[in-house]
């Protein structure tokens, strides 16, 4: 595959990453604790049944400068002791409302950096959530691993707690651009690494996350990257597109000073990755997840049932309605979504004080429940139908009476050579894959273009 450069000058515009939808800089209306509770009731009869569960410790040991994540700097003071007893007394707070006929499909702890944290804390956490729920047999339980602060002894731990995938972020083998970023490489050797948390159990899966768009990066040092990446048989590879968002990140500035690639050098990075993968036994799911071809996103995606969540990509097996505890931890449920507070002293005092840290969210009408599933289906499965009804919302709203259908915005992606069009079916092309936020953002009713509001697509 190819993109030219004039693709790239059309296209490469700040879109949404719709991750949720509406995106969260959508969430504007005040939910208080309350209300949230009330909402959690509500969802008991809503759908997906499912419960999953996503647990947020912002946590690390050193800030990598490029990170868009809510982290913060684990202290030597007992700080993150508070922050793990709030967690626990949000966790029993929400969790008497949630129907205990429901089943538990996932648990994921992101963040920040969850090993950054004693494993104890983590496993005490897990014991919790399967004392109080049903476990679904084949549970995801998912944890984000700084790989810099992992061991053995670290790794046995979590996998007599039931973890079944783990995620580890590399972001680059080239130790000149992690110094750049202010990261350390990978403790143990990462072959080393990766057999020992496999030994033993078919069943465990790891992911590597990289970033291209990295000062210091090229397409060559990319690609030797993805290279070597491969020849370590992920189960899943992700090549995040780096978001630079230094508005609400400042600490992203200091990355500008070391000189970014531009938008066609991370083109080529990404499309390093891409061609290197899909030569060499792995399928792209998403637009920058490769899997190999037995795993369950992949079987998704060909039946056209790939979903997707704040946590990533799933499968409509482990998706459940997201219950998430944490700072800035953002709960998805049937009817809305909920936002935690994102200052980590006053989650810890709201919960001393016995009082919830929801603080804003969205409510969604049956329309844009209705254009969440379709703009979901079309980012996961690259394909949309006019005709399209949706199921989940209950009320059988078709495609074409809730989303823009700009004749003259869809002729040119067409003439572009990103979609195609037949028989009401729109298909995102292989160089659509690409731009598939723009596409998803000119069905969007409710998009409207603004600089400094979202990242741009490449
Ligand atoms: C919470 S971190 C993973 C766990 C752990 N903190 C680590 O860094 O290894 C999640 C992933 O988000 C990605 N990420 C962070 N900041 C990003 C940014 N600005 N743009 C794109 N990807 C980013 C990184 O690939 C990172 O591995
Ligand atoms: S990338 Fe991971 S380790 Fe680095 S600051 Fe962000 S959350 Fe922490």
Known sequence: MEISEKLLEKYNKPVPRYTSYPPANHFNEKIDGRKYIEMVKESNTGKPENIAFYIHIPYCKKICFYCGCNSCKLTSTDEHLKYHEALKKEIAMVSRHISK???????????????????????EIVDIIRNTFLMSPDA?????CNPALLDRDYVDKLKNAGFIRFSLGIQDFNEDVLKKVNRDPSKLPLDELMSYIREGNSSIAVNLDFIYGLPGQNPDSFAETIRKAASLKPDRLVTFSYAHVPWMKPNQKKLEKLGLPGPTEKIEMFLAGYNYLKNNGYKPVGFDHYVLPGDELYKSLKSNMLHRNFQGYCTRRTTGQVYAFGVSAISQLDHGYVQNIKSVRDYIIMLE???????????????EKAVREFITHLMCNKQISTDMVDDMAGTKIKMSDVMTLNENELGEFEADGLIEIENRQIKVTEKGSMFVRNIAASLDPAYKPAKNKYSKSV
């Open 140 to 144: 995801e339980i998912a944890i984000e």
């Open 353 to 367: 004080n016995d009082s919830l840290p929801a603080e804003k969210g969205i409510l969604l009408t049956d329309r």
């Open 101 to 123: 006929s429901r089943k538990v499909t996932q648990i994921h702890f992101g963040g920040g950096t969850p090993n950054s944290v004693a494993v104890e804390l983590i496993s």
